[in-house]
């Protein structure tokens, strides 16, 4: 059984910065891709960045040079830098796997920024 939990949200101040974490626990295919994606109320849930297991990244055009998403397969680790955050990244953020195209969700971390 896959589980993803998300930690690291919060309350931070436009311009600010945060560092997102998913743990993974249960095993699965060593071929996937790891992501971060958010969602506000009334809109659809958005891809923010995604890390394949050979490391190759894709982020968002409103998050480029902003985010860095990485991953620690050693520890089952999903990370997400974010920094020079804006009032418009307030939103609640899920991390997700996807392998043999199956998607595995956590339950998501509010992080809200300030103006």
């Not at 891809?47 to 990485?70: D, E, P």
Request: aromatic letters at 8%; hydrophobic letters at 30%; charged letters at 15%.
């Amino acid at each position: 059984q896959v589980q993803l939990v998300e930690s690291g949200g919060g309350l931070v101040q436009a311009g600010g910065s945060l560092r997102l974490s998913c743990a993974r626990s249960g095993s699965i295919f060593s071929i996937n891709i790891m992501g971060w994606y958010r969602q506000t109320p009334g809109k659809q849930r958005e891809l923010v960045a995604t890390i394949t297991s050979g490391g190759s990244t894709n982020y968002a055009g409103s998050v480029k040079g902003r985010f860095t998403i990485s991953r620690d397969s050693a520890k089952n680790m999903l990370y997400l830098q974010m920094n020079s955050l804006k009032d418009e990244d307030t939103a609640v953020y899920y991390c997700n796997l996807r392998v043999l195209s199956h998607d595995y969700w956590g339950q998501g971390t509010q992080v809200t920024v300030s103006s």
